[in-house]
């Protein structure tokens, strides 16, 4: 079960309404981002990744914007279904010598009510 | 068959004791990972190995130590445990291409250790 204390920024939506996860990552030398999705009791799974060449990506039911002058990703999901329901996270590349990796955001989770 | 495999999923033990986790990966990958997750849900890695090598070492007690038999496994032990080791670890893998890390990392399910 989840922990007690959470304090998640939690975003509650509809069935049926788009939503729109935003999150802001701290490294200006970043060139790769991605937005995973972790249910309860489960490991992230990926969702859907940008690289800093592009403005925005598309998927099923899903988009991905990227505005590097702010350092601000956002993921959307249309028609969100009851299965969204799951903590998710934005995450970049690590850049530097040591190696490759991917630094985690917070995490929003997303709440889909019928 | 599961990509990334961690055992065990749950651990309860108390203050002082070892307890080690293992981690097998069957991508074919290079790169391993452990990644620790705290009550508030914030993933911070603190190991990463390349084909055995220790790549990325950070901020962690001496008490965590990484061991790669072979590039499928990357198992975390930890000495002497406290009750702010409790924690979701999670074991990750990702691939090389071209000589270099691309890409998502594959995350396993997570280990649930609870320090008493």
């Known amino acids: 079960g989840e922990s007690v204390g959470l304090h998640l920024p939690t975003l509650s939506v509809q069935e049926g309404d788009n939503s729109i996860i935003n999150c802001a990552y701290s490294?200006?030398?970043?060139?790769?981002f991605i937005w995973y999705k972790q249910e309860s009791g489960k490991g992230p799974q990926f969702i859907i990744d940008i690289r800093s060449n592009m403005d925005k990506r598309q998927g099923q039911r899903v988009t991905v914007l990227l505005n590097k002058t702010v350092k601000h990703l956002s993921l959307q999901i249309a028609a969100t279904q009851p299965g969204d329901s799951a903590v998710y996270f934005c995450?970049?590349?690590?850049?530097?010598?040591?190696?490759?990796?991917?630094?985690f955001g917070k995490g929003t989770s997303l709440l889909v009510t019928p | 068959d599961t990509a990334v495999s961690q055992t065990p999923k749950y651990l309860v033990t108390q203050m002082g004791n070892d307890k080690s986790i293992k981690c097998e990966q069957n991508l074919g990958h290079d790169t391993m990972y452990w990644y620790k997750q705290d009550s508030k849900k914030f993933l911070k890695i603190m190991f990463s190995?390349?084909?055995?090598?220790?790549?990325i070492n950070e901020t962690v007690p001496n008490r965590f130590s990484p061991k790669s038999p072979d590039k499928a496994h990357l198992n975390l032990h930890i000495n002497s445990l406290e009750l702010g080791d409790s924690a979701v670890y999670f074991c990750?893998?990702?691939?090389?291409?071209?000589?270099?890390?691309?890409?998502?990392?594959?995350f396993g399910e997570g280990s649930r250790l609870t320090v008493l």
């Open positions: 190995y390349n084909n055995k090598e220790l790549i």
């Open positions: 990750a893998s990702s691939r090389i291409a071209g000589g270099f890390n691309t890409g998502e990392l594959f």
């Open positions: 995450a970049e590349n690590i850049v530097g010598n040591s190696g490759y990796a991917l630094n």
């Open positions: 490294n200006s030398a970043s060139d790769y």
